[in-house]
């Protein structure tokens, strides 16, 4: 099956600082990158993507970066605030088959100290 | 307008009990997907329906169904619960894929 990893599994950040987390995968035909936020009790929800045609995009404080050459993408947390305080997931597709199926990463947990 | 809605929200079975988990969505979205999360594994996938009749095998189908009769509803079964079953069940949808769409989950203990 595909690979994927995701780190750190944990992030502890003061309020304010930044925050990042990276994904690697091992290979995808896809040009499709999501990352998901799941807060305490709740279903995942879709944060930002990227798509390989483009290197970076933001989202007011959000941004994922993808280097498709190298096989990982990136979240970035600016300005982290308590409410970040969630598990993020990455779920790039799998090789086989397009982006009816999305492989995620186990998840790291932020935790941003007020 | 609810989103992916999933029933029951809890549940405790005894081993070799059997139950559904019912999830409907509002969206009009043709996939469907069925999860399990279990601490430190991430979401893995169960199975998943890409239109209504149809339902294909995900990561770990092994002693779960599935069946996509209507569009909005996807329905997840145990014939025989097992304890290694007890998890946290998610249920998703997405219009062509991509984006998905999740419910809130079912969390489900067997004893």
């Known amino acids: 099956g ?90 790039p597709p799998p090789l086989q088959g397009g982006s009816e199926k999305l492989v995620f990463g186990k998840g790291t947990k932020l935790t941003v100290n007020p | 307008n609810a989103g992916v809605t999933q029933t029951p929200k809890f549940r405790v079975l005894k081993t070799g009990q059997s139950m559904t988990l019912l999830c409907a969505q509002d969206m009009n979205h043709e996939y469907m997907y069925w999860y399990r999360q279990d601490p430190g594994m991430g979401l893995r996938l169960i199975h998943y329906s890409v239109g209504e009749g149809t339902t294909a095998k995900g990561e770990v189908p092994d002693g779960y169904n599935v069946s996509r009769l209507k569009k909005q509803n996807f329905l997840l079964g145990l014939e025989s619960a097992a304890p290694s079953q007890t998890s946290v069940y998610f249920c998703a949808s997405s219009y062509v894929g991509e984006t998905q769409y999740f419910g809130p989950g079912t969390r489900l203990l067997v004893l």
Do not use: M
Not at chain 1, 4 to 33: M, R, W
Not at chain 1, 76 to 89: K, L
């Open chain 1, 2 to 91: 595909e690979n994927v990893e995701q780190h750190p599994s944990t992030l502890s950040v003061q309020e304010g600082d930044s925050a990042v987390i990276k994904c690697t995968y091992s290979d995808s035909a896809s040009n499709y990158f999501p990352w998901y936020k799941q807060e305490l009790g709740k279903g995942p929800q879709l944060i930002i993507d990227i798509r390989s045609n483009v290197g970076e995009k933001k989202d007011q404080r959000i941004a994922v970066t993808l280097n498709k050459t190298a096989k990982h993408f990136s979240l970035h947390i600016t300005e982290t605030q308590p409410e970040d305080s969630a598990v993020y997931f990455c779920a």
